[in-house]
């Protein structure tokens, strides 16, 4: 728990200086589009199954989507140790780009 703590505070202070926020609605059917946008910051934004990748030049986290019926609002701020999809809080995981 310390060790995510630590990584979640230096994720932060390597974000740009400009405050990132991902944004949109997430769906776990397949067939639907995931709408979501990056404000602030060159994010790359990519969807696999439930997982969501966001990737910028050095970091890469992911998010799984929770099971639900419906379409589900998503907010995510760059640097923290958990995005908000619908009425929950849920953790995402995080690491270099490029492996190193």
């Known amino acids: 728990m310390l060790v995510e703590a630590l990584l979640s505070a230096w994720l ?4 740009p200086t ?3 926020f991902i944004l949109g609605e997430v769906s776990t059917a ?3 589009t995931t709408r979501l946008q990056a404000t602030g910051c060159p994010i790359t934004i990519r969807r696999t199954g439930k997982i969501i990748t966001m990737t910028s030049s050095k970091w890469i986290v992911q998010v799984t989507i929770p099971e639900a ?3 589900q609002k ?4 760059w640097g923290q140790s958990e995005a908000t999809i619908g009425n929950r809080n849920v953790e995402v995981t995080y690491r270099p780009a490029g492996g190193g």
């Open 12 to 15: 932060s202070a390597q974000a």
């Open 18 to 20: 400009q405050d990132c």
């Open 30 to 32: 397949q067939d639907e």
């Open 69 to 71: 019926p419906v379409s």
């Open 74 to 77: 998503f907010l995510y701020q």
